[in-house]
Nanobody, 128 residues
Framework: VQLQASGGGLMQAGGSLTLSCVAR????????IGWFRQTPGKERELVSS????????TYADSARGRFIISRDNNKNTVWLRMDSLKPEDAAVYYC??????????????????????WGQGTLVTVSS
């Protein structure tokens, strides 16, 4: 599958944004999806991840309680809703897909190398 991330933009601190990750050229139903973010000079870090079935999720400590990951396999789309944005949330956000056809649909990958396909990234800027 090919992933396309969108929804980034400029937001004031305290505001909300919803990122979308759309799959084209295939179905997402056998893929767990992760949202990562990266700032200049730093490694890509996991923000949140969701199982292929949608029933299991995980969040980085920095995202827990403020961000919600969700998916609709019929729409081939995964969302990351980000509330109470902070300046430190500013980054390029990437979605990645991990083919879990041979795993449980509750498996939630968390390591970058587990994801085989990546979207192009969408920039989130948060002003203080």
């Amino acid at each position: 599958v090919q992933l396309q991330a969108s929804g980034g933009g400029l937001m004031q601190a305290g505001g909300s944004l919803t990122l979308s990750c759309v799959a084209r050229g295939g179905s997402l139903s056998h893929h767990a999806i992760g949202w990562f973010r990266q700032t200049p000079g730093k490694e890509r870090e996991l923000v949140s991840s969701i199982s292929s079935g949608g029933g299991s999720t995980t969040y980085a400590d920095s995202a827990r309680g403020r961000f919600i990951i969700s998916r609709d396999n019929n729409k081939n789309t995964v969302w990351l809703r980000m509330d109470s944005l902070k300046p430190e949330d500013a980054a390029v956000y990437y979605c990645g897909a991990d083919d879990v056809s041979y795993y449980s649909d509750t498996y939630v990958p968390v390591l970058e190398y587990e994801f085989e396909e990546w979207g192009q990234g969408t920039l989130v800027t948060v002003s203080s």
